[in-house]
T-cell receptor, first 116, second 114 residues
């Protein structure tokens, strides 16, 4: 089946540094990738939608300068949390759909970011 | 806007008990409805879906029927197992026209005890 992998699965960083999270579609070409943020015991909040080769579309309230999303190829999207602060600590999840598919989304395992 | 409301957990059951997780939605159009499951330490997996009214999605003994008149998509399983312990998310999508964006409910944690 379609597999989406995220890396790293866990990352701890100091306040003020930047962290990059990768989302890869391992066995299909992902025309669209979505980035979600999941707070503890809460639901998933859509942050942005990225289409290969174009700028990401951010949801209302999400700072595009803080959460940089790049979808440079059909198998890779990256989320960079710039100048991270403790309030950015969260579980970040990506999902992808593939060209010519039914529209079903496939989710990565998630990446837990802890900012000290 | 679209929204999904599902019952809060945690729901604690004994093995072989009947499970129901309620889910209701608000949408402007005719959405597709989904149940996703998140097992401990894993990503979300699609459990089942229904794309139009009166459709029934089923998988792994779970079922849910798309009820347009009550705007509901309740998840049921007749006899749960310990391995069903997970967090279950109800979600809707307006489909390809909306870029397949999913709107999730808050999630319901289910714990099945032996």
């Amino acid at each position: 089946g379609a597999v989406v992998s995220q890396h790293p699965s866990r990352v701890i960083c100091k306040s003020g540094t930047s962290v990059k999270i990768e989302c890869r579609s391992l066995d299909f070409q992902a025309t669209t990738m979505f980035w979600y943020r999941q707070f503890p015991k809460k639901s998933l909040m859509l942050m942005a939608t990225s289409n290969e080769g174009s700028k990401a579309t951010y949801e209302q309230g999400v700072e595009k300068d803080k959460f940089l999303i790049n979808h440079a190829s059909l198998t890779l999207s990256t989320l960079t949390v710039t100048s991270a602060h403790p309030e950015d600590s969260s579980f970040y999840i990506c999902s992808a759909s593939y060209r010519g598919g039914t529209g079903e989304l496939f989710f990565g395992e998630g990446s837990r970011l802890t900012v000290l | 806007g679209n929204s999904v409301t599902q019952m809060e957990g945690p729901v604690t059951l004994s093995e072989e008990a009947f499970l129901t997780i309620n889910c209701t939605y608000t949408a402007t159009g005719y959405p597709s409805l989904f149940w996703y499951v998140q097992y401990p330490g894993e990503g979300l997996q699609l459990l089942l879906k229904a794309t139009k009214a009166d459709d029934k999605g089923s998988n792994k003994g779970f079922e849910a029927t798309y009820r347009k008149e009550t705007t509901s998509f309740h998840l049921e399983k007749g006899s749960v197992q310990v391995s069903d312990s997970a967090v279950y998310f109800c979600a809707l999508s307006e489909g390809k026209a909306a870029g397949n964006k999913l709107t999730f409910g808050g999630g319901t944690r289910v714990l099945v005890k032996p």
